[in-house]
């Protein structure tokens, strides 16, 4: 059975670490469904125009093994400020499924607590607002729990997202084909 990702997209995330996590996902052969808060399409932080599968009232009803946070501002401020995707990623967590952030977005797996106490990573003064001391790290793991700085480590989360769902065989055929 494939595995399945629900990525979120807010209004003004950062379409480059949207669609670059979205796309290696697919490369892998992972399901990847996108859901917005709401159900118009997504103007991403660059006036990119991104139109979800789904909206996330739809989304909710769905089962997932990972759920992925692009950053980027205002998205990452609006996914922590929607009550809805706290819940669902301290349900996720709670549930012992990946909760994955990169860019600012680690700051909503802070507000729903997640963070207190593991190794994370984020855009430079995100964590350090919330009294959290980032590794610093293009991508940190702890447990079930992925984050990432930024932009420029996009490619490098995603495949981690690849290796920690389906194995490093396949993260590395998916960077292959890449030629990178």
């Known amino acids: 059975m494939a595995k399945r990702v629900l990525v979120l997209l807010a209004?003004?995330?950062?379409?480059?670490?949207?669609?670059?996590?979205?796309?290696?996902?697919?490369?892998?052969?992972?399901?990847?469904?996108?859901?917005?808060?709401?159900?118009?399409?997504?103007?991403?932080?660059?006036?990119t125009t991104i139109v979800p599968d789904a909206s996330l009232a739809t989304a909710l009803a769905g089962h997932f093994d990972m759920v992925v946070l692009p950053g980027g501002m205002p998205g990452a401020q609006n996914l922590a400020d929607d009550a809805r995707?706290?819940?669902?990623?301290?349900?996720?967590?709670?549930?012992?499924?990946?909760?994955?952030?990169?860019?600012?977005?680690?700051?909503?797996?802070?507000?729903?607590?997640l963070l207190q106490g593991k190794r994370a990573t984020g855009y430079p003064g995100v964590l350090e607002g919330l009294g959290l001391k980032p590794t610093g790290e293009a991508v940190s793991r702890d447990g079930k729990i992925i984050t990432s700085r930024g932009p420029g480590t996009a490619m490098d989360f995603a495949l981690a997202l690849i290796d920690a769902l389906l194995g490093k065989p396949t993260r590395d055929q998916v960077e292959q084909a890449l030629v990178r």
């Open 11 to 47: 209004q003004g995330c950062e379409e480059l670490e949207a669609v670059t996590v979205i796309d290696l996902l697919r490369r892998a052969g992972i399901d990847v469904v996108t859901a917005g808060l709401d159900d118009k399409p997504v103007v991403a932080s660059r006036r």
């Open 85 to 113: 995707v706290i819940d669902l990623v301290k349900r996720m967590a709670g549930e012992g499924k990946f909760t994955c952030a990169i860019c600012a977005a680690p700051m909503v797996l802070a507000k729903a607590g």
